[in-house]
């Protein structure tokens, strides 16, 4: 959603820009995290170019491509990049890392949890007790994460739990282009106890970030040659996407990097009588 609010921006003339002008940059403050994103996307004659080239596995057509920066993401919850301290923790004897850009999330190893990385969310979903065994981690994680007191007052929501794995040479992998060549690390991820069909950008900033945090769970099963320079390249549900991470020379997270986009599909009105006065 966070994709549409610079072109909206821009069209509902919140942010003027010159009809000369073939980009705009809008600044957009997140509330719920006190975060800044910069939105970065084509113009044409002073509002947002509404088509494009630009493609994303998962998401049906082409259209104008929007760069989102998220800046100094680290710590949108917990004021920390590692919450809990520890670049790896363990819960119910499972290695896990638990890391907040964007948003609090938690990874695991898939092998960890005797499953293969490259599950449909079917697959998933029909585990006798994959599900369970993920909330229950998610849980923990949460409460060491400083979420919520119990793993029974975490939330649905936060932190996201999510299975990395070093991507495969099987039939399937070749077939989902998503081998070593393709991809430099899978994702399945969890959203609200349920598998999620591609991967939620917030999921994909954090990985991003873990995949340069040495020793933890995501750099462990990433690798080390990158199939693009521009950043990892995460093989998820349903296509691949290409995420930047950026740490300062202090090795703190300055920004990390997603590319998407977003068109305008109507405006109206709902017209709505309370009947109980």
Do not use: Y
Not at 76 to 104: E, H, M, W, Y
């Amino acid at each position: 959603m966070i994709s549409a609010v610079g072109p909206f921006a821009v069209d509902s003339k919140l942010v003027q820009v010159s009809s000369a002008a073939s980009e705009a940059s809008v600044r957009i403050h997140n509330t719920n995290t006190g975060k800044v994103i910069r939105a970065t996307f084509p113009v044409v004659d002073g509002e947002a170019a509404s088509s494009g080239t630009f493609a994303i596995d998962g998401v049906a057509s082409t259209a104008a491509r929007v760069q989102l920066d998220f800046l100094n993401p680290s710590g949108s919850r917990t004021g920390k990049l590692l919450p809990t301290g520890n670049v790896v923790d363990t819960f119910d004897g499972v290695a896990a890392t638990c890391i907040d850009v964007a948003n609090p999330c938690t990874f695991v190893r898939a092998s960890d949890l005797g499953v293969d990385g490259n599950l449909t969310p079917e697959e998933v979903e029909a585990h006798p007790d994959l599900l369970v065994r993920l909330d229950s981690i998610r849980r923990q994680a949460g409460v060491k994460m400083g979420l919520a007191s119990t793993p029974e007052t975490v939330p649905g929501s936060v932190p996201k739990i999510c299975l990395v794995s070093t991507p495969p040479e099987n039939r399937r992998a070749i077939q989902q282009k998503q081998t070593v060549r393709d991809v430099d690390v899978l994702a399945r991820s969890i959203s609200v106890g349920q598998p999620h069909k591609a991967i939620p950008i917030t999921v994909a900033l954090a990985l991003a970030s873990a995949a340069r945090v040495q020793g933890s769970t995501v750099a462990d099963v990433a690798s080390k040659q990158p199939v693009d320079q521009a950043g990892i390249t995460i093989g998820h549900a349903s296509g691949n996407l290409l995420v930047g991470a950026d740490f300062d020379p202090t090795g703190a997270l300055s920004a990390a990097t997603v590319f998407r986009t977003a068109r305008r599909l109507f405006e109206g009105r709902i017209f709505w009588k309370d009947e109980s006065i």
